[in-house]
């Protein structure tokens, strides 16, 4: 992303718009299933975390009052002020640090951190060597045997999100669509928050190529919502706790099934820095 003044307007006013802490609710599929697969892969507390692209803190703030010693990145100075603001709140547990950065170029020393979120830069880093690059930044400042856990979008995101809501019938998410299948390089003239911002959506064996040219070990390459995110009442499913296991346990199947990994919205690479 280069530093938070060369970030890409659309970007910077997309997150202004549009707060991670309601995107990301309590019964958002997505945010429950990472927390599942953070809680599975994260060596346990007092273990060092970068949260790279941490936002306001949706993740790194539990992740500190959890008992890890959490320092949150941002290219957004409003969203490092939120985390910090947010931090103080717990104040028994507060985050060890954040500060405005670069994924590409962490204020990091090498070896110095167990493990490395990127839940976000990948999205926005429309170009390869740039995400190579962010990648391989978590590697350097990882210490041997840490782990890095990536996000990316799926190339077929938007087509499946347009399916489930309707959004098809309209020309200009269409050609949207027609875009992010063609070379993944999503873009909306729109402005409509809710189809998303610049990105580049991957294909999965994508994700994993770029983790092991920055010289990372693939550990895992996991579906986030997988089929269950076609489900347009899925939020009501995960607030009955029936309910909610029957849907995760669907999801746990198949996971890491290859042929279904494109079925899902999001994925999650999980490396080793050996």
Do not use: C, K
């Not at 803190?57 to 947010?86: C, F, I, S």
């Not at 994993?208 to 996991?222: D, F, I, Q, S």
Request: proline fraction near 8%; hydrophobic fraction near 45%.
């Amino acid at each position: 992303m280069g530093d938070h003044q060369r970030l890409d307007p659309a970007i910077a006013a997309h997150y202004a718009g549009v707060p991670e802490q309601r995107r990301l609710g309590p019964f958002s599929l997505e945010r429950v299933r990472t927390w599942e697969l953070l809680s599975r892969h994260l060596p346990p507390p007092p273990a060092v975390v970068l949260d790279v692209g941490g936002a306001a803190g949706v993740y790194a703030l539990p992740l500190a009052a959890g008992g890890y010693q959490v320092h949150l990145v941002d290219p957004l100075a409003r969203h490092v002020e939120q985390a910090l603001r947010a931090s103080a709140g717990q104040s028994a547990t507060p985050l060890a640090g954040a500060a405005v950065g670069d994924a590409r170029q962490l204020d990091r020393p090498d070896a110095s951190v167990d493990a490395v979120l990127l839940l976000g830069p990948l999205y926005h880093l429309t170009d390869r060597a740039d995400r190579v690059a962010a990648l391989a930044e978590a590697r350097r400042v990882l210490r041997p045997g840490g782990v890095v856990v990536a996000a990316a979008i799926t190339r077929f995101a938007s087509l499946l999100d347009g399916l489930v809501r309707g959004h098809l019938d309209e020309p200009a998410f269409a050609a949207i669509v027609e875009r992010d299948l063609r070379d993944g390089q999503h873009r909306n003239p729109t402005g409509r928050p809710e189809w998303f911002t610049t990105a580049y959506f991957h294909r999965p064996e994508e994700l994993g190529a770029e983790v092991a040219e920055a010289g990372l070990a693939p550990r895992a390459l996991l579906a986030v919502e997988g089929p269950a995110g076609l489900l347009a009442d899925v939020e009501e499913r995960l607030a009955d706790p029936a309910r909610r296991e029957q849907v995760l346990a669907a999801i746990r199947r198949v996971e890491a099934e290859p042929s279904l990994l494109g079925a899902s919205a999001h994925l999650l690479a999980v490396a080793l820095r050996q």
